[in-house]
């Protein structure tokens, strides 16, 4: 009994061996498929990393803007660089933001190309398209010209009140204190003075001496005017920002260093304020003037 016993229990271990197998056969099926279904998947992965690395590029290119090509400076500005006249629109031309090309016209305002252009032989001389001749000189008229063109408000009122302030104090400036500040200054510049003054006479040079000394004296008279009258307690002529009457008041005073003038203080204050205000829009052409005056002083000391 106990060997029957023995075998009977023994022998149906074996069936159990060969249904493991079945079992284990079929869990390791679904694993070997869950491997093949694991390639296509990672393969598409892979084909579209690919595909994004490839696109990328691509928009990329699409993306960056294509490079512009360089503007043309669409206002020429002809002018010579001791002037304080031509000063006065080169500081206004950077004061404004004028993309603006700048040629030095020393030497060539006789030449024939210069007259076919302006007759009057002139500078500062600006070129634009739009104009009736296409050049415009004067500074003052440059600068209307241009204001009006651009809506420089800032720089010159539309308002007809304070426009015919502005207008007032530049052809004051103009008419009264330029010819006194030219007739000081130009003969220790080297300047020719114009047709009809005694410093354009073959006049005695001590003639010529009182005429010069005369004019510094009369000076204060209409600079005092500018002061009391169009400034009137205001920094600027302007108001609280300089306008285009104020550049060519700054840029007329700059001369008078040529002759040591003895500014009242308003009047430094004034400069120093304008420099202060538009930086190196005036700073850059007055130290071509400043330039300037020290070469003629250390030449009449040598």
Same mark, same amino acid.
């Given at each position: 009994m106990a060997k029957a016993a023995t075998k009977s229990t023994s022998k149906p271990a074996k069936p159990a061996t060969k249904t493991a197998k079945p079992a284990a056969k079929a869990a390791a099926k679904p694993a070997t498929k869950a491997k093949a279904a694991a390639k296509p998947a990672a393969r598409a992965t892979a084909k579209a990393a690919q595909a994004t690395a490839r696109a990328a590029p691509k928009a990329t290119a699409r993306a960056a803007p294509k490079a512009k090509p360089a503007k043309k400076p669409g206002l020429k500005l002809s002018m010579l660089k001791p002037s304080v006249n031509n000063m006065t629109v080169r500081v206004f031309a950077r004061a404004a933001g004028f993309d603006h090309a700048e040629t030095d016209a020393w030497g060539l305002t006789r030449s024939p190309e210069f007259l076919a252009r302006n007759p009057a032989h002139l500078t500062p001389m600006i070129e634009d398209k739009g104009l009736p001749r296409g050049v415009l000189w004067e500074s003052c008229a440059i600068m209307q010209y241009l204001a009006n063109k651009h809506g420089l408000e800032k720089f010159y009122p539309k308002a007809p009140a304070k426009r015919a302030m502005i207008d007032s104090a530049m052809f004051y400036l103009v008419g009264t204190l330029y010819p006194y500040v030219a007739r000081a200054t130009y003969p220790a510049l080297g300047f020719p003075q114009y047709a009809g003054e005694v410093g354009h006479s073959d006049a005695h040079p001590d003639r010529k001496s009182e005429a010069q000394k005369a004019a510094a004296s009369a000076i204060a008279e209409p600079l005092e005017v500018f002061h009391s009258f169009f400034r009137n307690g205001k920094p600027f002529i302007g108001g609280s920002n300089p306008s285009i +009457? $104020?550049? @060519?008041? !700054? +840029?007329?005073? %700059?001369?008078?260093?040529?002759? $040591? &003038?003895?500014?009242?203080?308003?009047? *430094? $204050? &004034?400069? !120093?304020?304008?420099? *202060?205000?538009?930086?190196?829009? &005036?700073? %850059?052409? +007055?130290? $071509?003037? @400043?330039?300037?005056?020290? &070469?003629?002083?250390?030449?009449?000391?040598?």
């Amino acid at each position: 009994m106990a060997k029957a016993a023995t075998k009977s229990t023994s022998k149906p271990a074996k069936p159990a061996t060969k249904t493991a197998k079945p079992a284990a056969k079929a869990a390791a099926k679904p694993a070997t498929k869950a491997k093949a279904a694991a390639k296509p998947a990672a393969r598409a992965t892979a084909k579209a990393a690919q595909a994004t690395a490839r696109a990328a590029p691509k928009a990329t290119a699409r993306a960056a803007p294509k490079a512009k090509p360089a503007k043309k400076p669409g206002l020429k500005l002809s002018m010579l660089k001791p002037s304080v006249n031509n000063m006065t629109v080169r500081v206004f031309a950077r004061a404004a933001g004028f993309d603006h090309a700048e040629t030095d016209a020393w030497g060539l305002t006789r030449s024939p190309e210069f007259l076919a252009r302006n007759p009057a032989h002139l500078t500062p001389m600006i070129e634009d398209k739009g104009l009736p001749r296409g050049v415009l000189w004067e500074s003052c008229a440059i600068m209307q010209y241009l204001a009006n063109k651009h809506g420089l408000e800032k720089f010159y009122p539309k308002a007809p009140a304070k426009r015919a302030m502005i207008d007032s104090a530049m052809f004051y400036l103009v008419g009264t204190l330029y010819p006194y500040v030219a007739r000081a200054t130009y003969p220790a510049l080297g300047f020719p003075q114009y047709a009809g003054e005694v410093g354009h006479s073959d006049a005695h040079p001590d003639r010529k001496s009182e005429a010069q000394k005369a004019a510094a004296s009369a000076i204060a008279e209409p600079l005092e005017v500018f002061h009391s009258f169009f400034r009137n307690g205001k920094p600027f002529i302007g108001g609280s920002n300089p306008s285009i +009457a $104020d550049i @060519r008041l !700054a +840029a007329t005073l %700059e001369f008078l260093a040529v002759i $040591d &003038y003895a500014l009242p203080q308003w009047a *430094k $204050d &004034y400069m !120093a304020a304008m420099e *202060k205000k538009l930086g190196n829009a &005036y700073a %850059e052409p +007055a130290g $071509d003037v @400043r330039g300037y005056i020290a &070469y003629v002083r250390s030449q009449a000391k040598a």
